[in-house]
């Protein structure tokens, strides 16, 4: 079943790259600047905003699914791609390719 493309899922995909991205800076600048050089207040900042961007993709996550009629293992390989490190653009790409030929 191709995925139907909604605005729910244009948001979904816009939050979810917003949420990769604060992910990366998370794990890739502020942790390493926490243990390197001893200064843990980017983690602080970071990780409150990577937080409430989670929050915010697990919403977008459950609008997308119901509106795009997903099926449960679409959802749970968006969630699982989340919480891997360069996970949300590959499941980006996915969406993005699916979206071209749905569009054609």
Known sequence: ????????????RAVSLLEGVSYLLLLGVAVPVKYLLHEPVMVRVLGRVHGALFVLF???????A???????????????????????????????????????
Do not use: C, I, N
Request: proline share 2%.
């Open 1 to 12: 079943m191709k995925a139907q493309w909604t605005d729910e899922v244009a948001q979904f």
């Open 58 to 64: 697990v919403l977008a996550l459950v609008r997308a």
């Open 66 to 104: 119901a509106a795009g009629e997903w099926r449960a293992s679409r959802s749970v390989t968006a969630f699982v791609a989340s919480v891997v490190p360069f996970g949300a653009f590959w499941f980006e790409r996915k969406l993005r390719a699916e979206g071209a030929t749905t569009a054609t």
